[in-house]
């Protein structure tokens, strides 16, 4: 079972960025799927990112806007999620999953049911 930590929250004024950092342990990084969530106060945990294990293939959800990017360096178990113009409705709990299992197209990934492991997640607040 892979162990994750999330790193590089925070409180950050509309219009900056942010940079999260997700590591892992205990599992073989390079064979899993890698992502991001988010769950703002009385929401559900929705999706937000999304990269193959090899780095070859990202998805990202329709609200990122192409200001979030997410990658990755397997030579050091690491996944990123880069956040640019972010915005108040961006404040949430981020979490980084990872999955092992084959489950198709990546865009399957959009559900909580496809992630078998999870961070502790870390805060991001945007003020306006």
């Known amino acids: 079972q892979v162990q994750l930590v999330e790193s590089g929250g925070g409180l950050v004024q509309a219009g900056g960025s942010l940079r999260l950092s997700c590591a892992a342990s205990?599992?073989?990084?390079?064979?899993?799927?890698m992502g991001w969530f988010r769950q703002a106060p009385g929401k559900d945990r929705e999706f937000v990112a999304a990269?193959?294990?090899?780095?070859?293939?990202?998805y990202y959800a329709d609200f990122v806007e192409d200001r979030f990017t997410i990658s990755r360096n397997n030579a050091n178990n690491t996944v990123w999620l880069q956040m640019n113009s972010l915005k108040p409705d961006d404040t949430a709990v981020y979490y980084c999953?990872?999955?092992?299992?084959?489950?198709?197209?990546?865009?399957?990934?959009?559900?909580?049911?496809?992630?078998?492991?999870w961070g502790q997640g870390i805060q991001v607040t945007v003020s306006s």
């Open positions: 205990g599992g073989t990084f390079s064979s899993y799927v």
């Open positions: 999953g990872a999955d092992g299992r084959l489950l198709g197209p990546i865009a399957k990934r959009r559900m909580t049911s496809a992630w078998s492991s």
């Open positions: 990269i193959s294990s090899s780095g070859g293939s990202m």
